[in-house]
T-cell receptor, first 115, second 111 residues
C-alpha cells in the first residue's frame, strides 16, 4: 500500500519563476495538507484541502496557492519565487471523517532550491 | 502568536542510554503529538496525547501530556542506533487542522 507520494523529489528554480509540486495522498485518505520546512526548522503549515476546497490557511502570502482534484491528489503552486522559498515542501494526508484522528501520513517531500 | 519551545536542541548519547526531551507552550492545547523525522524523509507520528495527565507508551517510547496542558515530554529507554533522527513535538486543537511544530531535538548516538 503506497503511502503519500510527492513529485518531483528535487527541483532547482530561478528567482522569479513559478513552480508546481504534486502530491498523491495515501490510499483511503481524502484530506491533504501542505507544509514548508526550512533547514533546521520544524514544518510550517501552508494550507489544507478537503473536498476540493481550501479549508484552512497558514501565514503564507497569496503567491502560494493550491488545488485538489476529484481523485484527492493535490498541487502546490508558488509564483514569483524568492530565495527564501528554498525549503523542503511536505504533503500530509489523512481521512477527514474522524475529528480526533491526527495521524497524518507525511510524504518524503520535494526539496526546492531557488537560485 | 503561539510559541512552542522544545529542548534540548541536540543530544549526544551512547547506545543503551535513556533519553528525555520536552516541549512547553505559551498557550493551552488539547492535543500533543510527537513525530520523528529521518534524513530525507517526512515526519512519522510516534505518539498522540489527547488528555491532560495522559501517559502513553509505544514500545520503548513514553510520552506524557502535562497536567497544565502547556507541556509534554517524550522519553526513550535503552536507545538503539535506529533512534537517531530529529524528534518534533507538535500541538493542535480540535477543529483546527494546523499542526504547529517545535524546532526539534536532534538525537545522535556516539559509538
Amino acid at each position: 500500500d503506497a503511502g503519500v507520494t510527492q513529485s518531483p523529489t528535487h527541483l532547482i528554480k530561478t528567482r522569479g519563476q513559478q513552480v508546481t509540486l504534486r502530491c498523491s495522498p495515501k490510499s483511503g485518505h481524502d484530506t491533504v495538507s501542505w507544509y514548508q520546512q526550512a533547514l533546521g526548522q520544524g514544518p510550517q503549515f501552508i494550507f489544507q484541502y478537503y473536498e476540493e476546497e481550501e479549508r484552512q490557511r497558514g501565514n503564507f502570502p497569496d503567491r502560494f496557492s493550491g488545488h485538489q482534484f476529484p481523485n484527492y491528489s493535490s498541487e502546490l503552486n508558488v509564483n514569483a519565487l524568492l530565495l527564501g522559498d528554498s525549503a523542503l515542501y511536505l504533503c500530509a494526508s489523512r481521512t477527514g471523517t474522524c475529528m480526533r484522528n491526527y495521524g497524518y501520513t507525511f510524504g518524503s517531500g520535494t526539496r526546492l532550491t531557488v537560485v | 502568536g503561539q510559541q512552542l519551545n522544545q529542548s534540548p536542541q541536540s543530544m549526544f548519547i551512547q547506545e543503551g542510554e535513556d533519553v528525555s526531551m520536552n516541549c512547553t507552550s505559551s498557550s493551552i492545547f488539547n492535543t500533543w503529538l510527537w513525530y520523528k523525522q529521518d534524513p530525507g524523509e517526512g515526519p512519522v507520528l510516534l505518539i498522540a496525547l489527547y488528555k491532560a495527565g495522559e501517559l502513553t507508551s509505544n514500545g520503548r517510547l513514553t510520552a506524557q501530556f502535562g497536567i497544565t496542558r502547556k507541556d509534554s515530554f517524550l522519553n526513550i529507554s535503552a536507545s538503539i542506533p535506529s533512534d537517531v533522527g530529529i524528534y518534533f513535538c507538535a500541538f493542535v486543537n480540535f477543529g483546527n487542522e494546523k499542526l504547529t511544530f517545535g524546532t526539534g531535538t536532534r538525537l545522535t548516538i556516539i559509538p
